[in-house]
């Protein structure tokens, strides 16, 4: 069974760049044929999805936060990486990684989903 855990700093000031990792065990993240991702939900709003990287190694971003999105992987240490450039407290929100079939997750499509991790943005 894989397990995802999400951590990183719990707060950020603006302009500067969030840095979180996804790390993974119970598992290959080069294994089989999946999609790493990340996904966050600000408070009071539905989740977000900010990109994947697939097993193969392609990545894809989502179109609202591309331009500020980075996302790689550490093959060594099984973890996928998420950087967001010149955050501002609208990217305050809980950050969850995800793994699954589909590149884009939906309810009830067997992603596997970590606990998530806060990340306040402050002003």
């Known amino acids: 069974q894989v397990q995802l855990q999400e951590s990183g700093p719990g707060l950020v000031k603006s302009s500067q760049t969030l840095s979180l990792t996804c790390t993974v065990s119970?598992?290959?993240?080069?294994?089989?044929?999946?999609?790493w991702g990340w996904i966050r939900q600000p408070p009071g709003k539905g989740v977000e999805w900010m990109g994947a990287i697939a097993t193969y190694g392609s990545i894809f971003y989502g179109p609202s936060l591309k331009s500020r999105t980075s996302i790689s992987r550490d093959t060594s240490s099984k973890q996928i990486l998420l950087q967001l450039r010149s955050v501002t407290p609208e990217d305050t929100a809980v950050y969850y990684c995800?793994?699954?079939?589909?590149?884009?997750?939906?309810?009830?499509?067997?992603?596997?989903w970590g606990q998530g991790t806060q990340v306040t943005v402050s002003s």
């Open positions: 995800t793994r699954g079939l589909a590149l884009v997750p939906t309810t009830g499509d067997g992603t596997d």
């Open positions: 119970g598992g290959s993240i080069t294994d089989n044929y999946y999609y």
